[in-house]
């Protein structure tokens, strides 16, 4: 098989090519501190004219070495520190940190505490996804989006709070279910928020792709190949932007959403709107999926019988979830005793952001703070 | 699913896999480390494990391990090849040709674990600075203030 490429799509010229001035690669960094690199980026440009010829991310400036700070601490302690990874969607965090050790111990986590995964999970994804939408509107100069979504995740943080006590890091699903069962009238305060939300989807999203600026930046601009990205195993929506339909809710069903009823939204064209389309769907999906688990929940216990001193058996386990960003893998590894002997953790914004070169090359400066921000990276995710 | 998998890789290989598990539902063969890249390659175009999902380096306490888990968006499965390397020389071919995605793994991997990866593009620190001394994830390692 020969290796896939983005060679054949269109660039920009350089001014040589264009105008036939002569001028020279000049290195440009972009971040660490920069407004649209999303957090602590680096982005080591190599210009001629405005036309980037490539891009090196130096990433590392957030590393709080998580994964050797896990193997100090028992599998409970490790949980906060999960929460620390991708901000933006703990849920998942906690999610994929909390399968990874019930895979390896065997624990049967009851069906109530499922569902109530499940619910957080997508809550989880619309807050993520809304910071998402209202910083790439942001980037590309539309304001108000940016305020609108604020606003709505707010109503979602508050209600987070009332589960948890915490807006961001929620520490909330524990090994073996969930510590507390949802406060009474919350499953409707979430629907209410669901009838209220989805009209605004709808508005913010005729503000943007009503709107001729946001198209000509993003139609067309940093097109990914499909089968390059599969083979920089690039996934989530900057996967499906492009045409492949794996999600791990489907392909590979954790938790209870084999018996939920829900769509894999799916662009072909692979450029920074085909990436767009896809999140504000998947808002609408989360919602659907939300609606259901809450329909369907059962009652019942929320936590499995766990002893006082957890110690799970030795042997090692790879488990995955879909977070926001995409594929979230934990490889774990126990001796035995009270502490991980090695937690590994795959971070989709990792493999995300390691295409953008690939991606960038031949548009201009201002193409990349697009192209960038519809990978959407989070870099506590990528650094640890 | 996965013993049929197994029993393809070994037909293909009979002296590369020294042991293979079920991990919970994930098939983890051990292979020798000189074979890495001509299975990978294999799983790759004949298995369609098409995309690299993760790269995970192990410090046991006597050896590195370095394991390459593996999906296929055909199949809808996954596998984990391991590698074991000694601690005086651990050093395997990069599978960077193989899935252009096992760049950055492998740089962590060399750079929280010491394991060197030969013919890989690239192979600096990424998440520590160049300055660091020693590779962290290592039992051995000692902090320093």
């Known amino acids: 098989m020969d290796q896939p490429s983005n060679q054949a799509l269109h660039r920009h010229p350089t001014p040589e090519q264009e105008h036939g001035l002569k001028t020279e690669e000049l290195l440009l960094n972009m971040g660490p501190q920069h407004p649209s690199t999303h957090g602590v980026l680096r982005l080591i440009l190599h210009i001629e004219g405005e036309v980037v010829l490539d891009a090196d991310p130096d990433i590392g400036y957030l590393h709080r070495g998580m994964e050797k700070l896990a193997e100090r601490r028992t599998y409970a302690q490790v949980l906060p520190l999960t929460d620390r990874n991708d901000y933006l969607a703990a849920m998942s965090n906690n999610q994929v940190y909390c399968q990874a050790v019930e895979k390896l111990a065997g624990i049967e986590v009851p069906e109530r505490a499922h569902f109530i995964r499940v619910v957080v999970n997508e809550l989880g994804r619309i807050a993520s996804h809304l910071v998402w939408l209202g910083t790439f509107a942001l980037d590309l100069g539309a304001m108000s989006v940016f305020l609108y979504c604020f606003r709505e995740r707010e109503v979602l943080l508050s209600l987070f709070e009332e589960i948890c006590g915490a807006r961001m890091t929620y520490s909330y699903i524990r090994v073996g279910g969930v510590p507390w069962d949802v406060p009474d009238g919350w499953a409707d305060r979430v629907r209410q928020f669901l009838d209220y939300l989805l009209p605004r989807l709808d508005e913010n999203d005729a503000l943007l792709t009503g709107n001729e600026v946001f198209l000509s930046r993003t139609q067309g601009v940093g097109v990914l190949d499909p089968r390059l990205a599969i083979n920089y195993g690039v996934s989530g929506p900057s996967l499906r932007g492009s045409g492949p339909q794996f999600d791990v809710r489907r392909d590979d069903p954790y938790a209870v959403y084999d018996r939920l009823d829900f769509d894999i939204p799916y662009q072909t064209t692979g450029d920074c709107l085909g990436r767009y389309l896809v999140r504000v769907e998947e808002m609408r999906q989360s919602a659907r999926i939300v609606r259901q688990a809450l329909d369907l929940m059962p009652e019942g216990p929320i936590m499995a019988k766990m002893p006082r001193v957890f110690r799970p058996p030795a042997g090692e386990v790879y488990t995955r979830v879909e977070s926001p960003r995409g594929l979230l893998g934990v490889y774990l590894v126990s001796d035995g005793g009270t502490n991980p002997f090695r937690l590994k953790w795959r971070a989709p914004s990792f493999a995300n952001l390691q295409v953008l070169p690939e991606i960038v090359r031949g548009w201009k400066i201002a193409d990349v703070v697009a192209i960038l921000g519809s990978i959407d990276i989070v870099l506590g995710d990528i650094d640890r | ?145």
């Open chain 2, 1 to 145: 699913m996965n013993q049929e998998l197994e029993q393809t890789i070994r037909q293909q290989f009979p002296d590369a896999v020294l042991a293979a598990t079920d991990c919970k539902g994930t098939l983890l063969i051990t292979i020798k480390a000189d074979q890495l890249l001509p299975v990978c390659r294999f799983v790759r175009d004949s298995l369609e494990f098409d995309f690299p999902d993760c790269v995970t380096g192990i410090d046991t306490g006597k050896e590195l391990e370095v394991v390459y888990t593996l999906w296929s968006t055909v199949r809808d499965n996954d596998l984990s090849i391991k590698v074991v390397l000694p601690y005086d020389a651990p050093e395997v071919d990069s599978v960077t040709e193989v899935w252009k995605g096992a760049n950055w793994h492998e740089r962590e991997v060399y750079d929280l674990l010491g394991v060197r990866f030969r013919n890989h593009p690239d192979l600096r620190r990424i998440l520590l600075p160049e300055s660091f001394q020693g590779h962290p994830l290592r039992k051995e390692y000692q902090e320093t203030d």
